[in-house]
């Protein structure tokens, strides 16, 4: 039976090799086959344009690639597959949509989130930034339940974003120019790195599942 856990396993070795790939260091005299399959590799997930013939990687590209595709959108990609449950915190268990977003920023940064979406928007340490400032790594938020703030998703480049969506479906990839959530967006946030201190909330002290 292929579960959730048989398909986090089964994607680590995707993350893997992707960050392998990321972290090797180029040799510009040799021939172009790891840079070009890395190059490969990240454009299939949308985090890169593909390179084209007439424009092939160059060593400034490599460089750029290696700061975009971070550790957080590594360990994110990691969970795609993992299915949507309402109130999940885990991969072995499902996530909803904070849920997911809290465990990939405490796992890869260190950062703990609130449990709620519209709390992760007001979270301390946390700064507010506009579309056209996005960059991979940064919380994206969506009014889908008639409310500010109601889902979140963390974007990973080329106007893309990953999360969990709702029930029945699973961690994946979206577009944010699809017209239903282009429609829906409603602002975006950004870790302070920098700042060693953590987001501290607890969960909901009566059990109530967060927004998804």
């Keep these: 039976m292929h579960g959730p856990l048989t398909s986090a396993r089964r994607l680590a070795g995707i993350a893997c090799f992707t960050s392998a790939l990321i972290g090797a260091t180029p040799a510009w005299s040799a021939p172009d086959a790891p840079i070009d399959a890395m190059m490969q590799l ?4 949308s985090l890169v344009q593909a390179p084209s013939d007439s424009a092939p990687a160059s060593p400034g590209l490599f460089s750029r690639v290696r700061e975009r595709a971070s550790d957080m ?19 072995e268990g499902g996530f909803d949509c904070s849920g997911f977003t809290r465990h990939v920023f ?37 009014n889908t339940m008639r409310r500010a703030f109601s889902h979140v998703g963390i974007y990973i480049g080329g106007g893309r974003f990953i999360h969990a969506p709702r029930s029945g479906a699973e961690v994946r990839t979206e ?19 920098a700042d060693v201190s953590r987001v501290n909330a607890a969960e909901p002290a009566d059990g109530t599942p967060a927004a998804r």
Excluded at 42 to 45: G, P, S, T
């Design 42 to 45: 990240l454009a299939e997930r």
């Design 73 to 91: 959108i590594v360990v994110a990609m990691n969970f795609i597959g993992v299915p949507y449950k309402r109130g999940g915190v885990s991969a």
């Design 175 to 193: 577009s944010m120019s699809l017209a239903y959530w282009a429609e829906r967006f409603n602002g975006a946030r950004r870790a302070q790195v």
């Design 106 to 142: 405490d796992i890869s940064l260190g950062l703990v989130l609130p449990r709620r979406a519209e709390e992760q928007a007001n979270a301390p340490g946390l700064s507010s930034i506009t579309r056209s400032e996005l960059q991979p790594g940064d919380l994206v938020f969506f």
